[in-house]
């Protein structure tokens, strides 16, 4: 069973900075497709931004220039770097892995594996 850790959470005020940190018990992230999902209370799931197996990026255009997804094959290890945080950026974060599949998709059902979420409040 592959499990999916977040880490990393917190609170910070606006315009601060987080890193989350998103490990796996497999080495799923290595030839597979990962994204970072948010959801705030009272709304839907959405994507915040996805990295292909061969490190293509993709961003929500609210965070585009603010968060950075990165990874580390060797380590099993995918990154969110959050900077220039706003309030509304406050939410449950969660890491998602896809299944064999190289490519990213923004499309939540197609992937496989999720973490538990870790809460990210931006507030003074």
């Known amino acids: 069973q592959v499990q999916l850790v977040e880490s990393g959470g917190g609170l910070v005020q606006p315009g601060g900075s987080l890193s989350l940190s998103c490990t796996s018990s497999s080495n799923i992230f290595r030839i597979n497709a990962v994204a970072w999902y948010r959801q705030a209370p009272g709304k839907q799931r959405e994507l915040v931004a996805g990295i292909s197996s061969g490190g293509t990026t993709n961003y929500a255009d609210s965070v585009k220039g603010r968060f950075t997804i990165s990874r580390d094959n060797a380590k099993n290890m995918v990154y969110l770097q959050m900077n220039s945080l706003k309030p509304e950026d406050t939410a449950v974060y969660y890491c998602?892995?896809?299944?064999?599949?190289?490519?990213?998709?923004?499309?939540?059902?197609?992937?496989?594996?999720w973490g538990q979420g870790t809460q990210v409040t931006v507030s003074s």
């Open positions: 998602a892995a896809r299944g064999g599949a190289y490519y990213y998709t923004p499309r939540p059902n197609e992937y496989d594996f």
